[in-house]
């Protein structure tokens, strides 16, 4: 019979009235003859923890004292689970449960159960910020944390069908029905391995058993008189102390009152000077701090006010440089009204039949038309801000132009004059066009479509392959979706939480309404640009907006970033639009920190390496959604335009936000 079949294990957790308990049963069992193996004298020094759970799991007989830390240990319940798989657990485990171990009650059960997915998801949201190269050991915890949550209801709904006794009633028993059921194991063990000299040495020790519960109740008797006459003197003394004690206090009390009486005058004035003094010294004290924080409050405001106007005056200079560059363009291209209202005056006025004055006619109407489309194109060009960056050479697509007109059954009208007008084209959107929502006044940038460069070769290993990516022409918000604008959706759900990382009151306080909104998960997102009239963008219409057509290493460059570029590394959200420094070529702010940003698209860390090529929208499922951008507590490498990120569709915190887009 190999060792592990012919000791009796206990499998604890250390401390307290555990520890208490084990000590009494290991001493108890082994004045009965029973060998008890324990890691602190079994486990030497150095000795593999993992070998001697696994000999444990592996034990004939186990006793397993269960406690509220036990249930929560990983190690413990490693050992549990260990027995568990081991087979026969019934008839191999020996428990005791303590009071604190709450697997008598369902809602209790179902709380163990909730831990250990916890952990395993805490876990697991820490294993991916590291490489997988470095998760070496790292992994076969988190299998046996998959192990202990999957086994946790089954073993403690059959712990708790166990009549296992009370501590209590153990200690009264002296551990008798634990060490019978110990024996009647052993013997069952020793019956299906043993022969006739394992028989002669089971009849010894059950003699040596009965012999030592002789003389353990001879000593029971002898302790038990003997703590009768203890308490019998006690409470005689007892009842002497409190006859004296309550004579001692009547005293005491006829003098504290007759002391009270004549103390009180002087006491109530002492105390109403005091009151007075307090008073006026806290009233004087709170109009100090409320003046301080007033303040503070107007200087905070005044500065947020000023980064503000700093911030618009630097996009409205840089928007105002570009509408005069297509003004001036729009100048040059487009002949004056006047020039053409005299060009068709000078054509020379002849007679002509009635059809051919139709005919002039006709053409009068072509040509003040096209004079008006012209003078419409320069209005919207002035409105939209034109397109600074489209070559002279791109065709018109939308140019007007006159029809040609067939006269029959007339005669022919010899050539005139009349000098020929070039239609021109009606202006289309590009960068710096601009856009104003209805429904929460998120001021929306115009990207064109085109081919971009996508992914990084120096990044991550999800960012990998870099490469071309053309996308249609799409729409996306300048900032973060602020509080502001999120209260106004009646119908949205409200964040999970109203506070931020340093500020208690923060969605729903008007000094935080040009925040970012946070602590909304995917979902909420997604409903939010729904009701907007707008989407969730792509991952590829993220990348684009924020990094432009040349594939930049951030927003506003390859150079790393800093402080007065955006918000990360810091302790909190800050205003949207803070750091115009850092707009992308799209003039999109934020792209780069004060939160995570949600995409409509699944994560998967391998989709570049077979991802379409034009329009791509991410895989088809997977387990988690795409965050973009970094955000105030990441590092510079987070901030990366194509830095990538994944998270569950249904977590929300205090560093994830998002924007929407919108197709033309």
């Excluded at 840089?318 to 297509?326: F, S, V």
């Excluded at 939010?528 to 989407?535: D, F, K």
């Excluded at 105030?632 to 887009?661: E, L």
Aim: glycine share 8%; with cysteine.
């Amino acid at each position: 019979m190999a060792e592990y079949e012919q000791a009796v294990f206990i499998s604890y957790a250390w401390g307290g009235e555990r520890e208490d308990i084990v000590n009494e049963i290991d001493e108890t069992l082994q004045q009965r003859g029973i060998r008890i193996v324990r890691d602190k004298r079994a486990l030497g020094y150095r000795g593999s923890i993992k070998e001697f759970m696994e000999r444990i799991g592996r034990g004939s007989c186990i006793i397993v004292v269960i406690s509220d830390k036990y249930l929560r240990s990983p190690n413990c319940m490693f050992e549990l689970v260990e027995i568990a798989e081991n087979k026969q657990f019934h008839d191999r485990i020996f428990p005791v449960v303590l009071s604190d171990a709450n697997i008598y009650d369902p809602l209790k059960r179902i709380e163990y159960i909730k831990f250990w997915e916890g952990k395993r998801k805490e876990l697991a949201k820490a294993m991916k910020t590291l490489d997988p190269a470095n998760l070496h050991g790292i992994r076969e915890e988190m299998d046996d944390y998959d192990r202990i949550r999957d086994k946790i209801s089954g073993l403690t709904s059959i712990l708790k069908d166990m009549n296992t006794l009370t501590p209590d009633m153990h200690r009264d028993s002296e551990f008798s029905n634990l060490y019978d059921a110990i024996i009647e194991r052993l013997g069952e063990s020793t019956e299906e391995s043993a022969d006739g000299s394992d028989r002669v040495a089971a009849q010894k020790a059950e003699e040596a058993r009965a012999e030592a519960e002789r003389k353990a109740k001879e000593e029971a008797d002898r302790i038990a008189r003997a703590e009768a006459n203890r308490l019998a003197a006690r409470k005689a003394e007892e009842e002497r102390l409190a006859i004296a004690k309550a004579e001692e206090e009547r005293k005491a009390k006829e003098d504290r009152e007759a002391k009270a009486e004549a103390d009180n005058l002087a006491a109530q004035k002492v105390e109403e000077e005091r009151v007075a003094s307090a008073k006026a010294d806290r009233e004087a004290k709170e109009e100090t701090d409320r003046i301080a924080v007033h303040k503070a409050e107007a200087d905070r405001k005044a500065k947020a006010e000023a980064d503000r106007l700093a911030g618009k005056k630097a996009v409205d200079e840089r928007l105002a440089q570009q509408k005069a560059e297509e003004e001036r363009k729009a100048k040059e291209k487009v002949i004056p009204v006047a020039s053409k209202v005299a060009l068709v005056s000078v054509a020379p006025v002849q007679k002509k039949p009635a059809s051919k004055g139709l005919i002039y006619g006709i053409g009068a109407v072509v040509v003040l038309a096209v004079i008006g489309i012209a003078v419409v194109g320069i209005g919207f060009s002035m409105l939209t801000g034109g397109n600074k960056n489209t070559p002279a050479s791109t065709p018109t697509t939308n140019a007007f132009v006159a029809p040609a007109i067939e006269a029959t059954k007339t005669p022919a009208i010899a050539p005139t004059n009349t000098p020929t007008i070039t239609p021109t084209a009606v202006p289309t959107l590009g960068i710096g066009s601009l856009m104003i929502s209805e429904k929460d006044g998120m001021t929306l940038l115009y990207v064109p479509a085109g081919e971009f460069t996508m992914g990084s070769n120096d990044g991550d290993s999800d960012e990998k392959p870099i490469h071309k990516v053309n996308l249609d022409a799409f729409w996306i918000d300048q900032t973060e979706v602020t509080n502001a604008m999120y209260a106004k959706c009646g119908t949205c759900k409200e964040p999970t939480s109203t506070s931020s990382s340093t500020h208690p009151s923060y969605y729903g306080n008007p000094d935080f309404d040009n925040y970012p909104v946070i602590n909304v998960d995917w979902n909420m997102a997604k409903y939010y640009c729904e009701w907007a009239g707008r989407r969730l963008p792509t991952e590829a219409e993220w990348e684009k907006a924020a990094r432009g057509a040349e594939g930049n290493r951030y927003p506003w460059g390859n150079n790393v970033g800093n402080k007065n570029l955006s918000n990360y590394a810091g302790a909190d959200t800050t205003e949207v639009g803070k750091y115009p420094n850092g707009a992308s070529p799209y003039v999109a702010l934020d792209m780069a920190g004060n939160v995570w940003e949600w995409v409509n698209d699944w994560y998967s860390d391998t989709y570049y390496q077979g991802s379409p090529s034009s329009n791509p929208s991410g895989p088809d499922s997977g387990q988690y959604r795409v965050l973009r951008g970094g955000s105030w507590v990441g590092y510079d490498g987070n901030v990366r335009s194509a830095s990538r990120n994944g998270g569950d569709p249904a977590n929300s915190n205090d560093n994830i936000g998002f924007r929407c887009s919108r197709s033309p």
